[in-house]
């Protein structure tokens, strides 16, 4: 079993920047498909970006491609998610996951507790 922290949210401005950690506990990253999704006020929970075990191959959700980049250390058993242009609609907590390859919550099995984003105006 991997246990996920993620770091890295806070308050930030409109057009501001941050980077989201998550660095993993228990069994290495390397055997894990990585994912962040993130969950707004009174929305449910959705997909934002995937990153394969080497860190070769990932997908963005169309919402933040182009800003939005994830990539791993798998040496520093750490997933990143940087955000760069952020938006007012980018506010909600983030969640990292692990898993299987996939783009919805069911095929990942591993999650943090998440950490808060929230962009003013």
């Known amino acids: 079993q991997v246990q996920l922290h993620e770091s890295g949210g806070g308050l930030v401005q409109d057009g501001g920047s941050l980077r989201l950690s998550c660095a993993a506990s228990?069994?290495?990253?390397?055997?894990?498909?990585m994912g962040w999704f993130r969950q707004a006020p009174g929305k449910e929970r959705e997909f934002v970006a995937v990153?394969?075990?080497?860190?070769?191959?990932?997908v963005s959700a169309d919402s933040v491609q182009g800003r939005f980049t994830i990539s791993r250390d798998n040496a520093e058993n750490t997933v990143y998610l940087q955000m760069n242009s952020l938006k007012l609609e980018d506010t909600a907590v983030y969640y990292c996951?692990?898993?299987?390859?996939?783009?919805?919550?069911?095929?990942?099995?591993?999650w943090g507790q998440g950490t808060q984003v929230t962009v003013s105006s």
């Open positions: 990153i394969d075990r080497t860190g070769t191959y990932a």
């Open positions: 996951a692990a898993g299987g390859w996939g783009l919805v919550e069911s095929a990942f099995d591993y």
């Open positions: 228990g069994r290495t990253l390397s055997m894990y498909v």
